[in-house]
């Protein structure tokens, strides 16, 4: 049998904190793998320049003016929080690259289009209703 270890008070009283930013830590670094790998995959197999990964959504209950509830979809919010460490970490892992975090809308032919980078002509053809959130690496 191993002889437990002595915690010190302070150590006791960090430790919750320490446990989850390791965790924190952890996901952050499979998300970027995990973006990687796809990134990787799309320029092996596509002559496109970029790669968009949506942000995933999660569902949230809401309650209207008339105490009705109803569900929106809204970003994860983990990825949104930790987004600079996603990003960084996808920047670490494609040097040269673009890596960006990009709100994208479809356009009428069913591409997405990054809005802060369209001519003001094209807007017109733009569905921002469809507006989502995206993680994009771009290695044009």
């Given at each position: 049998m191993q002889p437990l270890t002595p915690i010190s008070r302070y150590n006791m009283r960090v430790l919750k904190a320490k446990v989850d930013e390791e965790t924190r830590l952890k996901r952050v670094d499979s998300i970027v793998r995990g973006i990687?790998?796809?990134?990787?995959?799309?320029?092996?197999?596509?002559?496109?320049?970029?790669?968009?990964?949506?942000?995933?959504?999660?569902?949230?209950?809401?309650?209207?003016?008339?105490?009705?509830?109803?569900?929106?979809?809204?970003?994860?919010p983990f990825y949104i929080e930790n987004m600079r460490d996603i990003l960084s970490g996808l920047q670490e892992l494609f040097p040269g690259c673009t890596v960006s975090n990009s709100t994208l809308s479809k356009g009428t032919d069913g591409k997405f289009y990054d809005i802060s980078t369209l001519d003001e002509k094209v807007l017109p053809f733009i569905n921002r209703d469809l507006d989502q959130s995206f993680i994009v690496v771009d290695w044009t």
């Open positions: 990687y790998h796809y990134t990787v995959s799309a320029a092996e197999k596509s002559t496109d320049t970029s790669f968009k990964m949506e942000i995933p959504k999660t569902h949230q209950m809401r309650t209207n003016t008339n105490s009705r509830q109803y569900q929106v979809h809204v970003s994860d």
